[in-house]
Structure formats: C-alpha cells, structure tokens
C-alpha cells in the first residue's frame, strides 16, 4: 500500500458549502445536505439525485464558500470526510475527526465548535517506519453515524495506556468508539487486540501494525470496518471487523490473507474509499499480496480462493453477522500489476445508480487501479 498524503485531503482547515442554507425558496426546494457516511451513500458512488445539483445553482450568487475555520492546532491532518447531521429538533452540524484523534462538531452555519473531544494520545508515525501519514495516526477512516441509535462511530489509533507515555509499534492499539453525535459523549470503547479472524487461526489483530483507512458502514446492526498496512510494512494482512453497533462488542473479523498459500499482504486501503454496501452483502478491494493459489488454475468467480490480493471481493454477511468471501475478481495480469506497484486496491468500488444498466445486466460496478484502469464488472 503506498499513497501520497498531499494528493489526499490534507486541509487544516475546514470549508463547506451546504445546500440547506441557500436563501429563501431555494433552501425549501433543495432540502438538508445530511451526510452520515462516506461519500454519503452505501452504494459508495456519492450518486443523490435527490439533491438537484445542476449549474443554475452551482453557478447562482447564492452557493459558495460560507466560512473557513481551522479547529485545534495548526497542521493538524484531517484525511476522514466530514460527517453533516441534523439532529431532531435542531440545528445542522458538520462533525470532523483528525489525526490526531480530536472529533469536533461545528455550527453548519457558523463553523463555531459546539462540542469537542480527544479520544486518546495519537499514533506517531515513526513507529510505522512509513511517511504515508505524519507525524500523527489517529481517527483516519471516514465515521459512520446512526442517527436512530443516535450513534457515532470511528477507529483511534493509539497506544495501550492511552496516554502516549509509552510508545513502539508493539504498544500500538487501535480503539473501536461509539460517542453521541451532538455532545461527543463516549457512549463504549472497545480494544479489539489479540482477536482472531474466523478464516486464519493462527492471525491474531495488531493494532500497531495495521491502518484504518477506508471508510465505515453498517449492516444487520454491525459496524464494519476495513484495515491494510502501513506502507507495506511488518506482517500485516487485509482484515475485514465487526462491531455490534448497540453494544460495540466484537461480532466478527475476516482476513484477506488464509488457507494454506496465505501469508501476507493484501491490505484494504481503498484511498479512503468506503465499504460498498448493497444490503446484504459488503464489497471491498484489497491491494498488492501473495496470490499464488490463483496460479494452480483457472477459478470461477463465485469460488473464491483464500489468499485475495489485487481483488475486488464480494462478502457475503449473515443475519448473525458472521463473515465470508462469495465472489470475487482478480485483473489477470495482478502479478505485473503487483510488481510495478500499481494497486489494484487504490480505490474503492461502488455501484452505479439503476440508469446505468442494461437488459442483462441490472447492477453495474466499478473500480480503478493504480495502472489508470477502470474495471466494469456485472
């Protein structure tokens, strides 16, 4: 896995624009801007066609930059989008989480902070002996808000006594949090360390040693989150956890890396893509790994193998929130894709709106790599 941190959203401040405060008759037309995951819909194609965009209002007096605030220190890094919500019976906030582990909610108005927390002493990016993100991990991936459970969940990273006195990557940990969206109070923290995928038993989670990049979804009352490796380094595989979204207790975690050829690699990274959800199953892409099972013969899609790397995947998730592999597409040519390091895995996949079809094929997705190839798949 290896990004540029300058080609990703690096601001230290903030800027937003929101629809729901346009003037007059066009705020009634257009309606609320609410966005409570990434890229705003779980088809991840960031595709509202109830929004009315169209140049008359993007070129109108009226849309535009409303104010520019920059929260906590200067420099701080903030790579997670900002989460847009209107709780009943008030007013829009923009909630915004950092690498450095501070969450802020702001006026949507105003950009004045309304509450405010640091979970814990971030991540230093020594340790990963990786630039890809400096000088803090923190809160990377994307949140994930419920608004019926009045829920806002995200991923710290930190260290073992929250406190940074003792550093390393084996201190390193990696916190589950479900806060209020409006006061940001911790409703449950969970240290998931030391659990083992249900595919690979001899993995174990190391929070030190993975990274939380893509963005956060929910199915079936659990919260899912994807995690690969900083810069490809130490033992790390692609891992696939859920949370149970009431109690943030562990329901299940998969790796991309098992059976007999796994071994490492094949990190979930997406550019901070989010988990593709269709409802009853997750999508996901995973980067360059060890994929030598794909070598012993030709395979079906529908058969996956165990070791899954360059691969958009299919999960299929049960009511019980137990995880597999159900499908699954790998480019032929992933070993020169992986040689050159031109991920496969640099985006995420998403499905397209129901205008993009045809008579044979209902569902259209898509997803792009490194070697500036769009894949279009069924």
């Known amino acids: 896995m290896h990004f540029t941190i300058r080609a990703l959203a690096t ?23 609410d966005c409570l995951l990434e890229n705003c819909s779980p088809s991840q194609s ?6 009315n965009f169209d140049p008359a209002v993007v070129g109108s007096s009226s849309f535009g930059q409303l104010w520019n605030v920059n929260p906590g220190r200067a420099g701080q890094v903030f790579l997670a989008q900002p989460i847009t919500y209107t ?4 007013s829009q906030s923009v909630i915004v989480a950092s690498e450095d582990n501070n969450v802020y909610v702001l006026d949507a108005a105003t950009g004045a902070a309304r509450a405010s927390i640091n979970t814990q002493a971030p991540f230093l990016a020594t340790d ?15 949140p994930y808000l419920d608004a019926n459970l009045q829920t806002l969940y995200f991923w710290s990273k930190g260290y073992v006594d929250g406190t940074g006195t003792t550093t390393g990557l084996d201190q390193g940990r990696y916190k589950f949090y479900g806060v209020d969206p409006v ?19 001899d993995q174990r989670f190391e ?21 690969g490796g900083h810069c490809d380094n130490f033992n790390y595989t692609g891992w696939m956890v ?3 979204a009431k109690t943030g207790a562990v329901v299940d975690s998969w790796v991309t890396q098992a059976g007999p050829f796994g071994t490492v690699g094949s990190g979930i990274w997406m550019a901070g893509a989010g988990i593709a959800n269709d409802g009853k199953n997750l999508w996901v892409v995973t980067g360059n790994g060890y994929g030598e099972e794909l070598n012993t013969a030709p395979r079906i899609g529908s058969s996956p193998p165990q070791a899954l790397p360059m691969s958009v995947i299919r999960l299929g998730v049960g009511v019980n929130g137990t995880i597999g592999a159900q499908d699954f597409f790998t480019p032929s040519d992933f070993r020169a894709i992986d040689a050159a390091d031109q991920d496969f895995g640099s985006s995420g996949v998403c499905f397209l709106p129901s205008g993009f079809s045809t008579s044979s094929v209902k569902r259209i997705a898509i ?12």
Request: net charge positive.
């Open 128 to 142: 990963t002996k990786c630039t890809d993100i400096v000088p803090n991990i923190g809160i990377t991936g994307t």
């Open 207 to 227: 929070g030190g040693k993975v990274l939380q990049r893509p963005g956060l979804t929910e199915l079936n009352g659990v919260i899912w989150a994807a995690f």
């Open 183 to 201: 006061t940001l109070k911790t409703k449950f923290v969970t240290d998931p360390q030391g659990i083992i995928p249900n595919n690979r038993p």
């Open 11 to 33: 601001a230290a401040a903030i800027a937003t624009t929101f629809l729901g405060h346009l003037h007059g008759a066009q705020a009634q037309a257009y309606g609320t801007a």
């Open 87 to 90: 709780p009943s019976g008030g």
């Open 46 to 51: 960031g595709y509202l066609d109830s929004y």
């Open 367 to 378: 997803a792009n790599g490194k070697n500036s190839k769009a894949y279009i798949m069924n």
């Open 242 to 244: 859920g949370m149970d």
